[in-house]
């Protein structure tokens, strides 16, 4: 019997083009997809409960593992069974479908080069800087792919940072955060090359914890506040033409630290793949069960304090536009452009469910699939490639709405993980209203807790008058000790600059309140109507507690001569943020039947009565 430490078998020979293993380094960003076989794991041990051995240093953690991404990997059934794994690789049978939007991967800045080499194999280079002349187009190479950071303002002013961070508890007391050092503590930066008009490459500044006294969590009152913006350019004139942004990814999270001699700080460095000798890009002495690791620490996530709302302060180069995407709940917006290519975004929000919908399963059993689009289907043709392994997709990519509802009959009516999450990110497809109504800096932010949602920010259906908006995730939570019958409730928020609002509807006033359309899959629909409230130059809603697993979200404003209702403030600032709009409850319909009895049943979370069963 192989011994604790020993690789299980089948090991991949080689990760499939464009894998990016769950794991720092490589592109996609935090969120992106991922699409690898299932990692080599350690034997004689369960992989991610406490005290399993961790890769490469010897640590052993006495914490479970801290992202959700890592568990599902562990939850293959091939990794839990290493003894039923075939002898060939291209014989594994499970594979895991996933959507996930938490943390996956630790934010550390670095750029690369890379060109190809010929079929399909990419040649790849780290660099110092975006100017780095080692990685200049006439080396040959074809893409510069910059991982800028988000710091702490304080230390590093030109560039995307954090300027506040301040607890709101239950009592509306406020304890605002101190920053206590950048982490990795040596984390070696870059400067970008951001201009006045807020064009360019973010420099590579690190993650900061923060410290929030009194937080009421746990003895540990520390956070890890940070994320990537990620941006591309191609050779244009002998040169790097304009950067592309790719991503905008930040994230708050509580945390607390276990020490060891162990572990060591993470870098990028470069390896020579084992397949076919190119060179590509790595991250050394990263620990998978950390959330984040440096030298002699690792981060886990904890539990947010309950009922604990965080107003964070942004600073984002404004050539991040548009609507922002969020894992918030009940969030408040305000948007403040600032000197030298930069806006100031405040967000007042607590915490949001993150549904994590996904399951393995046995290839031999499913059928040929049929995705809607090359979008939605791409990213599992490695899946049927005879490869196994697994693909978690970011909720929010183009496709990803479609390919979860072909997943959906197989995933069952549970979902895999739900964690608590405080995200924001940019939208990652472009909204077509946005060619009428053009947007200067960030307009808009929508919050969901769905498993899948729109990959654009709700569309104006000029037919009907109204934002439409799409979610998806499993109708129950985790399967957890043979049962669940709690059911997933979700919540949306939608917070729109005033600019954005009398664009799209041609009001010269801003309206009083909102009609929210809630159709479900099944073509049910309810109806609510919740008050508006506005400050400054923005306007909030909400709608709670509907059922998954696929509805359509309306947003219809009410034309009336009110005008929205104007939050009160003790502060004279046009960009206070508002307290977020209360809505009504939304009342949502079941069938329930015993025998030959069928009842109807309304509610905010209607159930069925003592002996029937929902139909």
């Known amino acids: 019997?192989?011994?604790?430490?020993?690789?299980?078998?089948?090991?991949?020979?080689?990760?499939?083009?464009?894998?990016?293993?769950?794991?720092?380094?490589?592109?996609?960003?935090?969120?992106?997809?991922?699409?690898?076989p299932p990692p080599p794991q350690p034997c004689g041990a369960l992989p991610g409960g406490a005290g399993a051995p961790m890769m490469g240093s010897g640590f052993q953690s006495k914490y479970p593992k801290s992202r959700s991404v890592d568990l599902f990997s562990d939850a293959s059934p091939q990794i839990q069974n290493p003894g039923s794994a075939p002898p060939n690789p291209s014989q594994i049978d499970y594979v895991g479908v996933g959507w996930d939007s938490s943390l996956r991967l630790q934010s550390i800045p670095y750029i690369k080069a890379e060109k190809n080499i010929g079929s399909g194999v990419r040649e790849e280079a780290l660099?110092?800087?975006?100017?780095?002349?080692?990685?200049?187009?006439?080396k040959g190479w074809t893409t510069l792919y910059v991982s800028g950071g988000i710091g702490n303002c304080a230390a590093s002013s030109n560039s995307a940072c954090v300027e506040s961070i301040t607890l709101i508890k239950p009592d509306k007391s406020e304890v605002v955060a101190k920053a206590l050092q950048k982490f990795p503590k040596e984390q070696i930066e870059f400067p970008g090359t951001i201009d006045s008009k807020g064009v360019g490459f973010a420099p590579g500044v690190a993650s900061w914890v923060w410290q929030i006294d009194g937080d009421g969590g746990s003895t540990s009152n520390e956070y890890l506040a940070g994320g990537v913006v990620i941006s591309t350019a191609r050779p244009m004139a002998g040169a790097w033409g304009a950067p592309e942004l790719i991503q905008f990814y930040f994230e708050l999270t509580p945390v607390l630290r276990e020490t060891s001699p162990l572990i060591?700080?993470?870098?990028?460095?470069?390896?020579?793949?084992?397949?076919?000798?190119?060179?590509?890009?790595?991250?050394?002495?990263?620990?998978?069960?950390?959330?984040?690791?440096?030298?002699?620490?690792?981060?886990?996530?904890?539990?947010?304090?309950?009922d604990s709302r965080y107003k964070v302060v942004l600073q984002i180069p404004r050539t991040i536009t548009g609507w922002l995407n969020g894992r918030l709940n009940s969030p408040s917006v305000s948007s403040t452009p600032l000197a030298g290519g930069f806006d100031r975004i405040t967000i007042e929000a607590g915490?949001?469910?993150?549904?994590?919908?996904?399951?393995?399963l046995k290839r031999s059993t499913l059928p040929a699939l049929k995705f809607p689009s090359e979008q939605s289907g791409r990213p599992y043709e490695q899946l049927f490639a005879g490869k196994g392994g697994m693909m978690v997709e970011d909720p929010g990519r183009?496709?990803?709405?479609?390919?979860?509802?072909?997943?959906?009959?197989?995933?069952?009516?549970y979902a895999f993980a739900i964690n608590q999450t405080w995200t924001v990110s940019n939208a990652l497809v472009a909204n077509p209203a946005?060619?009428?109504?053009?947007?200067?800096?960030?307009?808009?932010?929508?919050?969901?807790?769905?498993?899948?949602?729109?990959?654009?920010?709700?569309?104006?259906?000029?037919?009907?008058?109204?934002?439409?908006y799409k979610v998806a995730a499993p109708h129950f939570q985790p399967y957890i000790d043979g049962k669940s019958e709690k059911e997933n409730l979700g919540t949306y928020g939608l917070s729109m600059a005033s600019s954005q609002v009398k664009c799209l509807y041609g009001m010269d006033k801003l309206p009083s309140s909102a009609?929210?359309?809630?159709?479900?899959?099944?073509?049910?629909?309810?109806?609510?109507?919740?008050?508006?409230?506005?400050?400054?130059?923005?306007?909030?809603?909400?709608?709670?507690?509907?059922?998954?697993?696929?509805?359509?979200?309306?947003i219809k404003l009410n034309q009336s001569s009110a005008p929205a209702t104007t939050n009160q403030s003790s502060s004279s600032s046009s960009n206070q943020s508002a307290a977020p709009a209360?809505?009504?409850?939304?009342?949502?319909?079941i069938t329930c039947v015993k025998g030959k009895i069928t009842k109807k049943v309304t509610g905010t979370s209607p159930k069925c009565p003592a002996g029937f069963k929902k139909r």
């Open 1 to 36: 019997a192989p011994a604790v430490g020993d690789i299980c078998p089948p090991p991949p020979a080689s990760a499939p083009p464009g894998c990016t293993p769950p794991g720092p380094g490589g592109a996609p960003p935090p969120g992106g997809p991922i699409n690898c």
């Open 127 to 138: 660099c110092s800087n975006p100017t780095d002349a080692a990685c200049h187009p006439s």
């Open 264 to 306: 060591k700080q993470p870098v990028p460095t470069t390896q020579k793949s084992p397949t076919n000798g190119a060179t590509e890009i790595t991250f050394a002495n990263s620990e998978s069960g950390c959330l984040a690791n440096d030298t002699g620490v690792c981060l886990h996530r904890r539990a947010f304090p309950a």
């Open 351 to 360: 915490p949001s469910e993150n549904i994590f919908a996904g399951k393995w």
């Open 398 to 413: 183009d496709g990803t709405l479609d390919a979860y509802n072909v997943w959906a009959p197989y995933l069952g009516d």
């Open 434 to 468: 946005e060619r009428r109504c053009p947007s200067k800096g960030v307009v808009g932010v929508v919050a969901t807790n769905a498993s899948a949602y729109s990959a654009t920010a709700p569309v104006y259906n000029s037919d009907t008058g109204t934002l439409d």
């Open 515 to 554: 009609s929210i359309s809630i159709t479900s899959s099944d073509g049910k629909e309810n109806v609510s109507t919740v008050q508006l409230k506005s400050a400054g130059d923005w306007i909030y809603l909400e709608a709670k507690n509907f059922t998954f697993s696929a509805p359509t979200l309306k």
């Open 582 to 589: 209360k809505s009504a409850p939304v009342k949502m319909s």
